[in-house]
């Protein structure tokens, strides 16, 4: 069955580095997004991406958030200058078309700032 | 208001109990899906389950659209049946998925 990887699972990083995360929706999926858990907390919408341009994000995903399709299976978050409070859980998760409503979630990549 | 709702918030469990796990949501979300968080935080798809009821090995849902409730059973649990389950539906005005608090299971061997 197709499933969605993330790359890597655990990154350490310190406080203001660049990190990138990598995600591999399933093939044929049209729609993608990232999702964060913060320790002990719900998992929250981050953005939604669609057609090479960002369709929603929240009000999490400020300016040192970015995210791109380079080509055509990977899908990438970009946090440019980290903080302490980035350290979480990142998941990426993507749908199939317009028409279905299933997310299909990776397993996530625990992201450690220090 | 909350829009998905989860109890208990946890149980505990001796290995082989039955439990079951609900989720309550409001009238602006539908297309329920349940998921498991291991203890090494990966999330786990365990079900789509707008509607009806759907098995799979010793986990089983069924959702209640129209009572806006849905409930994940676990038979004869073990211990790697332990984490946190989540359920999350869609939110109607876009596609975005609305996670509850999740429910903490801890099965005792």
């Known amino acids: 069955e197709p499933e969605v990887t993330q790359t890597p699972s655990h990154q350490v990083t310190q406080m203001g580095q660049e990190v990138i995360l990598r995600c591999v929706p399933i093939?044929?999926?049209?729609?993608f997004y990232w999702y964060r858990q913060i320790l002990g907390q719900k998992v929250e919408f981050l953005v939604s991406?669609?057609?090479?341009?960002?369709?929603?994000k929240s009000e999490i995903f400020d300016d040192q958030f970015s995210v791109e399709r380079p080509d055509g299976s990977n899908f990438t978050l970009k946090i440019r200058s980290t903080k302490l409070e980035d350290s979480a859980m990142y998941f990426c998760?993507?749908?199939?078309?317009?028409?279905?409503?299933?997310?299909?979630f990776g397993p996530g990549t625990r992201l450690t700032v220090t | 208001g909350i829009q998905v709702e989860q109890s208990p918030p946890d149980l505990i469990l001796q290995e082989g109990a039955n439990s079951t796990l609900r989720c309550n949501f409001s009238?602006?979300?539908?297309?329920l899906q349940w998921f498991h968080q291991n203890p090494w935080g990966q999330l786990i798809n365990l079900f789509y389950i707008p509607s009806g009821t759907k098995q799979n090995g010793r986990l089983s849902a069924t959702t209640v659209a129209t009572e806006r409730y849905s409930l994940l059973y676990i038979s004869s649990s073990q211990t790697t049946d332990s984490g946190v389950y989540f359920c999350a539906g869609v939110l109607l005005w876009d596609y975005k998925l609305s996670f509850g608090a999740g429910t903490t299971v801890t099965v005792r061997a």
């Open positions: 009238d602006s979300v539908n297309n």
């Open positions: 998760a993507s749908r199939r078309d317009r028409d279905t409503y299933e997310q299909y």
């Open positions: 093939s044929n999926h049209l729609y």
């Open positions: 991406f669609y057609n090479n341009e960002i369709s929603e």
